[in-house]
């Protein structure tokens, strides 16, 4: 079955940088749509970067285009997101997130169009 497994989380001051994995199993990596997800509390969930990994096309987010960047890593089967210059309104869980069957509507960042879901790791960034 799909497991997607997320590490590289943890606290950094402001003007920092992380860099988000997400290992993936279960199904053909190199042909998927995937995504970054983040939910800060009390907020709802939203869509930071997706990437189509057959042929590179990504998508960002308004708030994160310009200091974030997703990759892939095929021989590893491993979705990365690197994220510079963090900001205290950064903070919180990331989730990655795959679809086999495209993006809903055409839409890379709207999570309906995800049916697959890992477990989150979580981001805080300091002032």
């Known amino acids: 079955q799909v497991q997607l497994v997320e590490s590289g989380g943890g606290s950094v001051q402001a003007g920092g940088s992380l860099r988000l994995s997400c290992a993936a199993s279960?199904?053909?990596?190199?042909?998927?749509?995937m995504g970054w997800f983040r939910q800060a509390p009390g907020k709802e969930r939203e869509g930071v970067a997706a990437r189509y990994t057959g042929g590179g096309v990504t998508d960002y987010s308004h708030s994160v285009k310009g200091r974030f960047t997703i990759s892939q890593d095929n021989a590893k089967n491993t979705l990365y997101l690197v994220m510079d210059n963090l900001k205290p309104e950064d903070t919180a869980m990331y989730y990655c997130?795959?679809?086999?069957?495209?993006?809903?509507?055409?839409?890379?960042?709207?999570?309906?169009?995800?049916?697959?879901w890992g477990q989150g790791t979580q981001v805080t960034v300091s002032s």
């Open positions: 279960g199904y053909t990596f190199s042909n998927a749509y």
């Open positions: 997130a795959a679809s086999m069957g495209g993006w809903l509507e055409g839409l890379p960042l709207q999570e309906e169009g995800y049916a697959h």
